[in-house]
């Protein structure tokens, strides 16, 4: 599930937040945070939940440019051998991938990288009461603000081959399912 909601000044919209989905500029634009229990009591709950495959790749291309910084940590995310500097070039990105992809498929699951659908729920039931594409966020963003959600890291495609497909499309089946018949 998850905990952190956001709560426009008005307190009538909250957005819940999904790691890898803008959750840290939904956090710097909320002023007020609130947890799935408060949320249930305001009218209108959003969530934007992302492709999962588009979201398992942004994480990974977050750590492979953070990598490359010899002040940043991965180990919060991910064990050094996993990624490790020494072998961050590009001719690398995909045994990188591969060995993330692998890490991810067998590990316990971290909030930037386990199926959203479970984060949305509560009891067993949805929190948000809307769900819009995470592709889509602007568009409703303006509908329910006023403005759009600024950038915080923007993040381009990089063409991959398929690895392991299968057994992803297994991990996520429940947001792959859940997508399919109400986002993409």
């Known amino acids: 599930m998850i905990n952190t909601y956001g ?4 307190g009538n919209i909250c957005v819940g937040f999904i790691n890898k989905a803008a959750s840290t500029a939904m956090g710097d634009f909320f002023r007020k945070k609130i947890t799935a229990k408060e949320a249930l009591e305001i009218p209108i709950r959003l969530a934007f939940p992302r492709d999962p495959y588009d979201r398992f790749l942004s994480f990974f291309f977050n750590l492979y440019t953070e990598v490359k910084r010899a002040d940043y940590d991965i180990t919060e995310f991910i064990p050094k051998s996993v990624m490790c500097r020494e072998s961050v070039i590009e001719e690398s990105l995909f045994s990188n991938l591969k ?3 692998d890490y991810v498929l067998r590990a316990k699951p971290n909030a930037h990288w386990a199926p959203q659908l479970p984060q949305l729920m509560m009891d067993g039931e ?7 594409k995470f592709s889509d966020i ?8 006023g403005c759009e959600l600024p ?3 923007n993040y381009s495609r990089f063409q991959v081959p398929d690895y392991k497909m299968s057994e992803f499309r297994e991990y996520y089946k429940p947001d ?7 986002l993409w």
Do not use: C, Q
């Open 138 to 145: 602007n568009l409703f963003w303006k509908h329910y603000f």
């Open 176 to 182: 792959l399912i859940f997508g399919a018949k109400f």
């Open 7 to 10: 709560l426009n000044d008005e």
């Open 99 to 101: 060995m993330y992809t």
């Open 151 to 153: 950038v915080k890291r």
């Open 126 to 132: 949805l929190v948000p009461n809307s769900l819009h």
